[in-house]
């Protein structure tokens, strides 16, 4: 998995900031049926002042206070984090506009809908089918947990003859791991305890556990599961093959058996 330097807290926020209003882009080319042509009778809302400022600080705020935040941060923006910071904008946008929903201006909205709904739903076929053909591109989505699961779930029954109850590594590995295996095993996240306070660490080395890792060297066991699984049996890495397109996981793991008081 490719790796990539954070962006500088300028560029994170002028990231996050064209990304949250690109993606409102749809939803302003549905509005403008509202507004074009221009209306010329407005509908009457029961709502005052003060209810529309509220509605206009949940219907902005969010999205305003993650550029604030990430720009004195300097964090990553990260796309799919400004999705639900939106979910009001079109409350807002009736309420500010409130034109007269004459049947042929709500046709116009429902037209413009219906022709977005069917650019996402070709865009999607397209980013997920077509374009990993071409840009080699890494998408998380095409992510071997299935395979992942089924080849240290097996590994840990040939090892110890038990069920796999517990999972040390990251919340990506480890929950994959955790959701496609069919033993289901609780997952201890960075091999923190802290990160899984519902985890019995006695328990765990009751019952054993096995580590694994994909975004360090694949045959040495990462500083950050040391301590929780010292003394792991490594096993031999291997890869696996996205479930489309190209590129390759190199999975690095290690058995925790059962420790006998």
Not at 111 to 135: E, G, H, R, T
Not at 202 to 230: H, M
């Given at each position: 998995?490719?790796?990539?330097?954070?962006?500088?807290?300028?560029?994170?926020?002028?990231?996050?900031?064209?990304?949250?209003?690109?993606?409102?882009?749809?939803?302003?080319?549905?509005?403008?049926?509202?507004?074009?042509?221009?209306?010329?009778?407005?509908?009457?809302?029961?709502?005052?002042?003060?209810?529309?400022r509220?509605?206009?600080?949940?219907?902005?705020?969010?999205?305003?206070?993650?550029?604030?935040?990430?720009?004195?941060?300097?964090?990553?923006?990260v796309?799919?984090?400004?999705?639900?910071?939106?979910?009001?904008?079109?409350?807002?946008?009736?309420?500010?506009?409130?034109?007269?929903?004459?049947?042929?201006?709500?046709?116009?909205?429902?037209?413009?809908?219906?022709?977005?709904?069917?650019?996402?739903?070709?865009?999607?076929?397209?980013?997920?089918?077509?374009?990993?053909?071409?840009?080699?591109?890494?998408?998380?989505?095409f992510?071997?947990?299935?395979?992942?699961?089924?080849?240290?779930?097996?590994?840990?029954?040939?090892?110890t003859?038990?069920?796999?109850?517990?999972?040390?590594?990251?919340?990506?590995?480890?929950?994959?791991?955790?959701h496609?295996?069919?033993?289901?095993?609780?997952?201890?996240?960075?091999?923190?305890?802290?990160?899984?306070?519902?985890?019995?660490?006695?328990?765990?080395?009751?019952?054993?556990?096995?580590?694994?890792?994909?975004?360090?060297d694949?045959?040495?066991?990462?500083?950050?599961?040391?301590?929780?699984?010292?003394?792991?049996?490594?096993?031999?890495?291997?890869?696996?093959?996205?479930?489309?397109?190209?590129?390759?996981?190199?999975?690095?793991?290690?058995?925790?058996?059962?420790?006998?008081?």
């Amino acid at each position: 998995m490719a790796k990539h330097a954070p962006p500088s807290c300028a560029a994170g926020s002028f990231t996050l900031y064209i990304r949250h209003h690109f993606f409102a882009i749809p939803s302003f080319f549905i509005a403008s049926a509202l507004l074009v042509p221009r209306p010329t009778v407005h509908q009457q809302f029961a709502a005052d002042a003060f209810d529309r400022r509220i509605v206009a600080l949940i219907a902005l705020g969010p999205g305003i206070s993650a550029i604030v935040l990430t720009a004195v941060s300097g964090r990553g923006a990260v796309a799919m984090w400004g999705y639900p910071l939106w979910l009001f904008l079109g409350l807002w946008i009736v309420m500010a506009t409130a034109p007269e929903l004459t049947a042929e201006r709500v046709n116009r909205v429902v037209a413009a809908w219906a022709f977005v709904f069917v650019v996402c739903a070709i865009a999607f076929v397209v980013n997920y089918s077509v374009l990993p053909l071409i840009d080699h591109r890494y998408r998380a989505v095409f992510y071997p947990g299935d395979t992942l699961a089924a080849a240290l779930t097996q590994r840990f029954h040939d090892a110890t003859g038990q069920k796999l109850s517990y999972v040390i590594g990251s919340m990506w590995d480890g929950g994959n791991l955790a959701h496609y295996s069919a033993d289901q095993p609780h997952v201890l996240i960075d091999g923190q305890p802290r990160r899984s306070p519902w985890i019995d660490l006695n328990d765990l080395r009751a019952k054993g556990a096995i580590v694994v890792w994909t975004e360090s060297d694949d045959k040495v066991l990462p500083p950050k599961f040391a301590a929780i699984a010292s003394g792991a049996e490594m096993g031999k890495p291997f890869e696996l093959p996205p479930r489309r397109g190209f590129g390759t996981t190199h999975v690095g793991w290690a058995i925790l058996k059962q420790q006998v008081n």
